[in-house]
Nanobody, 124 residues
């Protein structure tokens, strides 16, 4: 699959954004999908991920603020980001990996399909 991430932008602290990761092809339902972010000078980190069965993982740093969901009919995975903080500023990437039904890959090296990234900037 090919992935296209969108929805980033500039928002004030406390605001919300919804990122979308749209996949091409007819096999999207066979993939687990993760959202990563990378701030300048920092490692790329997993923010949230969702299995084929729609089980999800959310990193502790964003738990209670970010939600991941998928709509296989639209070949899309969403990352709803609420109560944004300046430290959420980063380039956000979506990634996909063909996986078993309930598996959620947690490391960047487990994903072999990547989107181009979308910038999220949170001002204080």
């Amino acid at each position: 699959v090919q992935l296209q991430a969108s929805g980033g932008g500039l928002v004030q602290a406390g605001g919300s954004l919804r990122l979308a990761c749209v996949a091409s092809g007819r096999t999207f339902h066979m993939y687990a999908v993760g959202w990563f972010r990378q701030a300048p000078g920092k490692e790329r980190e997993l923010v949230a991920a969702i299995s084929r069965s729609a089980d999800s993982y959310v990193a502790d740093s964003v738990k209670g603020r970010f939600t991941i969901s998928r709509d296989n009919a639209k070949n899309t995975v969403y990352l709803q980001m609420n109560s944004l903080k300046p430290e959420d500023t980063a380039v956000y990437y979506c990634a996909a990996q063909a996986s078993s039904l309930y598996f959620i890959p947690h490391t960047r090296y487990a994903y072999d399909q990547w989107g181009q990234g979308t910038q999220v900037t949170v001002s204080s």
